[in-house]
């Protein structure tokens, strides 16, 4: 017994000096050491939000990836969110990996580390900075209304007070129908009263509703004046009516209640979105993806604020 006891003792000895010399890899301090010692960032999206994020038409796995298999590659999903994410992994170092929880759930804050970052066209708020920080924004867009291609009662989006129109749950679009919707910087005219607003899992299917024309699911639907312009693009009996309703400065979200410091990662990626500013990336991505430069304006945006 006692040399059963003399031989633990040295065990446990060789186990304090390898942790305390580097043995084994001491734990992460905080997000960004976590996201580096993984090698991913672990990013939420929309993945049926063209033409910001959307998945392939021909989905191909990244060869060699270490996104687990629950997770979607570069490979798999295409669009500005995208791109914007996949250059953040770069200037991290490390593959971009992407999930797609309900939106619900990403502004809910309380993610319990299941992804570390939302690059999902989130618009900035003081209501969500009570559950998230952001980041420096990396775009602007417009928010506006849209209406069935033959219609000929409704001439400006005022003329929709009153009327049924669907929007994304939880999205700035629901606040502004309720009026309550606050953007930095921004003056916003609610030139809608009244509305019923019907709620959806995303604005792609809100569209799609709109887009049956039958008047009695929908009168409009508001959403990304891109996302709106993209489903025109490809036919879809829609137009806008009349000017945008305001505009939105859209940045990286983080969790607040994070279970590891995540303070160095939005410092990270705000000073990665600077130069993706400076030299010309986002604005190219924005010609690219959405047909004009939204991401000029979001350059000089002060989103210290939100990230502390």
């Known amino acids: 017994m006692k040399k059963l006891y003399t031989i633990m003792a040295v065990i446990l000895a060789a186990a ?17 050491s976590e996201v580096k010692a993984r090698g991913t960032l672990v990013i939420s999206t929309d993945p049926a939000y063209p033409p910001q ?45 992407w999930v797609t929880p309900d939106w619900t759930l990403i502004t809910a804050g309380n993610w319990a580390g299941r992804w570390d970052i939302s690059v999902g066209s989130m ?47 939880g999205c700035t679009y629901e606040s502004f129908l309720n009026g309550s919707l606050v953007v930095p910087g921004v003056t916003i005219n609610f030139t809608i009263k009244n509305a019923t607003a019907k709620t959806y899992d995303t604005d792609s299917t809100a569209l799609a ?19 709106g312009q993209a489903e025109i693009n490809n036919g879809k009996p829609i137009k806008q009516l009349g000017d945008p309703l305001y505009i939105e400065y859209l940045g990286p979200a983080f969790d607040r209640n994070s279970m590891l410091d995540p303070h160095s990662l939005i410092a990270a990626v705000s000073q990665i979105i600077a130069g993706l500013h400076k030299d010309g990336t986002l604005s190219k991505l924005c010609m690219q993806w959405e047909g004009s430069d939204l991401a000029a304006a979001a350059a000089t945006f002060d989103a210290s604020q939100f990230g502390k």
């Open 53 to 97: 994020s959307e998945l392939k038409a021909n989905p191909a796995r990244t060869p060699g990836t270490k996104c687990t298999s629950d997770q979607k590659t570069l490979g798999e999903l295409e669009g500005f969110d995208i791109d914007t994410a996949a250059a953040i992994a770069k200037g991290l170092g490390v593959e971009p990996c």
């Open 209 to 227: 509703d709109l887009e049956l024309g039958d008047g009695v699911r929908l009168d409009a639907v508001i959403t990304a004046q891109p996302t």
């Open 16 to 32: 304090f000096i390898l942790s305390a010399c580097g043995g084994s890899p001491a734990p992460a301090k905080d997000l960004l």
């Open 123 to 169: 618009t900035i708020t003081p209501e969500r900075a009570k559950a998230l920080y952001f980041g420096q924004p990396y775009y602007t867009t417009p928010a506006a209304a849209f209406v069935y291609k033959t219609n000929t009662t409704y001439k400006t989006p005022a003329d929709l007070s009153g009327k049924k129109i669907g929007v994304c749950g």
